[in-house]
């Protein structure tokens, strides 16, 4: 088992920037490739970022790449989320997962309970 706690959403005003965190406990978190997943109001989740399990390699959603920065510090059992530039197209209910499928972009068995991102225009 994996428990997922983000923390740092809130409300921001475009071109402004947030700092999500996820902090992991349980089993040991330096083996699972990490992502970061959101969800606006009546749209389904998306994929935004994935890293993973070294930190070697890392993925993003097109419309965020150059914008956000996903990194994490596996002696912590933290994942964190660095967002710039942020647009109101940012808004959405943000989630940490662990084992995320680079390949297809979706999201493993364990997911955080969400963090909500306001981004104001």
């Known amino acids: 088992q994996v428990q997922l706690v983000e923390s740092g959403g809130g409300l921001v005003q475009a071109g402004g920037s947030l700092r999500l965190s996820c902090v992991a406990s349980g089993r040991t978190f330096s083996t699972d490739t990490m992502g970061w997943f959101r969800q606006a109001p009546g749209k389904e989740r998306e994929f935004v970022a994935a890293i993973t399990r070294t930190g070697s390699r890392t993925y993003y959603l097109d419309s965020v790449r150059g914008r956000f920065t996903i990194s994490r510090d596996n002696a912590k059992n933290a994942l964190y989320l660095q967002m710039n530039r942020m647009t109101p197209e940012d808004t959405a209910v943000y989630y940490c997962?662990?084992?995320?499928?680079?390949?297809?972009?979706?999201?493993?068995?364990?997911w955080g309970q969400g963090t909500q991102v306001t981004v104001s225009s």
């Open positions: 997962n662990a084992g995320t499928n680079v390949a297809t972009r979706t999201g493993g068995d364990y």
